[in-house]
């Protein structure tokens, strides 16, 4: 049965507040499965759609902007039922702020690095979470993620700065908070069409993929619908200016 607000309980809403992160398995049919897939597989054919910036640190080949260049990847990133899970789970208005095309390929000894997604994160918001969407089955050889559960609570720094992260990627989180080494790491294998849902300041990690067939995935991010652009001194990428609302027409409110 495909997961839908109705199936939604409390007590996972619950645990993704106390973890940071959730699974929620089914949350797009099988028919739904196939269609993005060929879409994010064709993306990935389209040299103009890749960023391989650090794929020698973590493995992952991404799209850049594939949700603002695909009509079928943007009707993914804007999937209603997904857009009402995460409203649901974040308790606040929500608009869409990414959808990603991630794909590690078959054989890729190199493991994704444990770090979160706020130190990039361009925005003044009062949470941020990432929907990341299975297209194919993946165990745990094929490159599961791991989260280390309440580690989106841990005390200050609240974030190092972006440039340490584009040249520490593999030691930064374990400079600056040590404790995390010693946390719990929990793996969750995922069926395609499973998603799991984490907070931007969630430490999680992935595996090296060592089957013969790729990882394929999406992730959509999602943030508050009052958000505010928020750029770093030497990272202004978008044509905002800072402090200024996100517009409607590039990054859509949540479908209700």
């Known amino acids: 049965m495909t997961a839908t607000l109705d199936t939604l309980s409390d007590r996972i809403v619950g645990k993704f507040h106390e973890q940071g992160f959730v699974h929620i398995p089914n949350i797009i049919t099988q028919q739904e499965v196939a269609r993005f897939r060929a879409a994010a597989l064709a993306a990935h054919a389209e040299d103009t759609y890749l960023t ?3 794929m020698d640190r973590t493995g992952i080949v991404s799209s850049e902007d594939g949700w603002e260049k695909n009509a079928t990847l943007r009707s993914f990133a804007l999937h209603p039922g997904i857009g009402a899970i995460a409203e649901r789970l974040a308790g606040l208005p929500l608009r869409v702020w990414g959808g990603e095309v991630l794909i590690k390929p078959a054989g890729q000894t190199t493991p994704t690095p444990l770090h979160d997604d706020f130190t990039n994160e361009l925005l003044n918001s009062r949470l941020t979470l990432t929907c990341w969407v299975a ?11 791991g989260f280390l559960p309440g580690s989106h609570r841990r005390g200050q720094p609240l974030r190092v700065d972006a440039g340490e992260f584009e040249h520490n990627i593999n030691h930064y ?12 790491r929990v793996i969750i294998p995922l069926r395609a069409g499973d998603a799991t849902f984490h907070h931007s300041r969630i430490a999680h990690l992935a595996g090296a993929n060592s089957t013969g067939e790729a990882r394929i995935s999406m992730t959509i991010t999602f943030t508050d619908a009052e958000a505010t652009y928020q750029p770093f001194p030497n ?11 996100l517009p409607d027409d590039r990054y859509p409110r949540v479908a209700r």
Not at 135 to 144: A, F, I, N, Q, T
Not at 173 to 184: A, G, K, N, T, Y
């Open 52 to 54: 391989r910036r650090f």
């Open 135 to 145: 297209l194919v089955d993946v165990p745990v050889e094929r490159g599961s993620l």
């Open 173 to 184: 989180m374990l400079q600056h908070w040590p404790d995390l080494r010693w946390s719990p």
């Open 235 to 245: 990272n202004d990428p978008l044509p905002m200016e800072p402090g200024q609302a």
